[in-house]
């Protein structure tokens, strides 16, 4: 089997193992975050990182989100990262780095879509200032 294969094939193990030890109702709320995430990020990937889902594009990760007892988190996104693009993301609770959706009142698709977006956006910033210097 070409490694390519290998390597995708042991991707979608390791997101099948990680989904399966969530409860139901984190995997659950956790599938339309995916979703929304994989609409705006067509051409990511979908892996392990961190022991959390993780995705990359373009050779770089982009995002990544995870399943808690209580709550769906998307990473790094922080209420000033929201702000700096433009993206009210309401009430929902915010640390360094993580935004937090209850299992009860999660996001609508196009606000996750939105910050997927801008954080590919400002991957690719960072990576043209990288080449330019």
């Known amino acids: 089997m070409p490694a ?8 979608r ?3 099948r193992a990680y989904l399966a030890k969530l409860p139901a109702a984190t995997r659950r709320a956790l599938q ?4 929304a995430i994989r609409a705006a990020l067509p051409d990511a990937t ?25 709550h769906v988190s998307l ?18 609770e915010t640390s360094k780095g993580t935004i937090k959706f ?9 606000l996750v879509k ?4 801008a954080r590919l956006a400002e991957v690719r910033r960072a990576a043209a200032l990288r080449a330019r210097s």
């Open 4 to 11: 390519a294969k290998t390597t995708a094939a042991a991707a």
């Open 13 to 15: 193990d390791g997101v």
């Open 32 to 35: 339309p975050i995916r979703s």
């Open 46 to 70: 979908e892996g392990i990182s961190y022991s959390i889902l993780g995705y990359r594009q373009e050779g770089r990760q982009i995002v990544w989100c995870a399943g808690w007892k209580a």
């Open 75 to 92: 990473y790094p996104v922080s209420e000033a990262f929201a702000r700096a693009h433009g993206i009210d993301i309401g009430d929902y």
């Open 102 to 110: 209850p299992l009860t009142d999660l996001p609508a698709p196009v």
């Open 114 to 117: 939105r910050l997927a977006k």
